[in-house]
């Protein structure tokens, strides 16, 4: 029978051993899970953990200030690397190629941390089993390197615990209740490791993550208002990095078309897209082509997983 309590005991365990009488840091990405692997790693070991946000530049509208409130009580340092993040991903197209260099900066920007803080002898991360499986963690194939996985350079300098990778994400929601997380994060909207730049369909740059943020917060904005923030499992919007001819005024506008994504699921694995009310689209789509500079479309994404995954790339 499985119980939250007995996950919590054995996680907490399992850091306990793995830290002994050491220090570790904890990598918060702004995601359920990264925060209740940092739950319990608090609850493991206490003021003997740092934890670290790395602002890649690549975040939610709002995201760095969320965590800072939720992790107010423990040593939180927030680390800006937008500059080497996006540096890094300067012309690059190819889905995996950008995964992996994230899952480098993230490492790079750790050691950096790690000289500032002092010694820390393991890092915990959030990673849970769908992002084990769907790197082929286990003999199946690559579908995507999850930043978390896949991305990890060969001379990472640091012990690696995973206390959350054999639970899906309802689980792990059931361990972020039992250990008294707040509820708007233990229920706040699964979000890719590689934040933001999997969502811009091309090349990465400072620009595209403004325009892709501003219709991001504007899609879970009406998704909250209508009260389907819980019932759907994600809902955000994707940036192609193509143009469109459009017309406002009596203007002619050439800008980009922003994708629409809302999916319902039980753990990430296979996905149904949501049958939005058209009123609701219709809001979102007029609320982004209005309000937000450089953006003259918006579509919307009715295809399920399989054969199409939740995110783009
Ligand atoms: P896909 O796109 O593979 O996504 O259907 C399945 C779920 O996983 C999330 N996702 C990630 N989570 N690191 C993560 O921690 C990653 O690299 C990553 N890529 C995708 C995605 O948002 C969805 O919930």
Known sequence: DWKPDNVIASAVEEIRQAVGDGRALIALSGGVDSAVAGALAKEAIGSRLTAVLIDHGLLRAGE???????????????????AEFFSALGGVTDPEQKRKIIGREFIRAFERVQSLVGTREVLIQGT??????????????????????????????????????????????RVGEALGLPEALVWRQPFPGPGLAVRIVGTVDEEKVGVLRQADAIVREEIYRAGLDRAIWQA???????????VMGDARTYGYPIVIRAVESLDGMT????RLDHNLLDRMASRIVGEVAGVNRVVY???SKPPGTIEWE
């Open 64 to 82: 760095v200030e969320e965590v800072q409130a939720a992790f107010r009580d423990i040593d939180l340092q927030v680390v800006d690397a937008k």
């Open 128 to 173: 849970v089993y769908p992002d084990v499986i769907e790197s082929g963690g286990r003999g199946a194939h690559t579908i995507k390197s999850h930043h978390n996985v896949g991305g990890l350079p060969e001379d990472i300098a640091f012990r690696v615990v995973e206390p959350l990778r054999w639970l899906f994400k309802d689980e792990v929601r």
């Open 236 to 246: 955000f919007a994707v940036l192609l990095d193509i143009r469109s001819v459009g």
């Open 271 to 274: 996905a149904d897209w949501v």
């Open 301 to 303: 994404d009715i295809t």
